[in-house]
């Protein structure tokens, strides 16, 4: 059980948008900042966005992350079918002092 | 351009020691916050422990007191060393630098499997 919450999968077509939620409390998510990364099968994670809602210089303005209050949430537009991944969100919790990650959500784009 | 490389893992009995490596080049690992993440096989990421610039550190619950980050900085190496290792401690390693702010770049990870 994952102290942040995130949906196990999503899904959506080809050019359409899609949110994943991630849900914490007010030890984590809700003082602390939030980055998120996409894992293609068997390879290692990529940072797509951190801070919240700013982007690495390389990624597409297709993706974008958001939060309010004790969750955060990213997007991604204008989906395409190499957009199939796991993703997932971390941030600091100041009551555990440690690293937390969201369980993951798989996209898969239809 | 900035690159980890981990090395050292490997198949290794319950109650067994290792230690990980991770190789760093374009940057100071001395000079920045440095990760360790781990993902058991078909499971999502785990946050494992963070080395901070000042030497200050911090461990998941669930490895506290057995392993321990370091770093050398003659090297430009993180390192993991994990004592009293249990089956559950099963995962793909990855060296990250930054903390949860940000993780970026990611090593491309050393398998550990602990099994009798």
């Known amino acids: 059980q994952s102290v942040l919450t995130q949906p196990p999968s999503v899904s959506a077509a080809p050019g359409q948008k899609v949110t994943i939620s991630c849900s914490g409390s007010?030890?984590?998510?809700?003082?602390?900042?939030v980055s998120w990364y996409q894992q293609l099968s068997g390879t290692a994670p990529k940072l797509l966005i951190y801070d919240n809602d700013r982007r690495p210089s390389g990624i597409p303005d297709r993706f974008s992350g958001s939060k309010s209050g004790t969750s955060a949430t990213l997007g991604i537009t204008g989906l395409q079918t190499g957009d199939e991944a796991d993703y997932y969100c971390v941030t600091w919790d100041s009551g555990l002092n440690a690293g937390v990650f969201g369980g993951g959500t798989k996209l898969t784009v239809l | 351009e900035v690159q980890l490389v981990e090395t050292g893992g490997g198949l290794i009995q319950p109650g067994e020691s290792l230690r990980l490596s991770c190789a760093a080049s374009g940057f100071t690992v001395s000079n920045n916050y440095m990760s360790w993440v781990r993902q058991a096989p078909g499971k999502g990421l785990e946050w494992v422990s963070v080395l901070f610039g000042d030497g200050t550190t911090h461990y998941a619950d669930s490895v506290k007191g057995r392993f321990t980050i370091s770093r050398d900085n003659s090297k430009n190496t993180l390192y993991l060393q994990m004592n009293s290792l249990r089956v559950e401690d099963t995962a793909v390693y990855f060296c990250?630098?930054?903390?949860?702010?940000?993780?970026?770049?990611w090593g491309q990870g050393t398998l550990v499997t602990v099994s009798s």
């Open positions: 007010s030890s984590n998510i809700g003082k602390n900042y």
């Open positions: 990250a630098r930054g903390r949860t702010r940000q993780f970026d770049p």
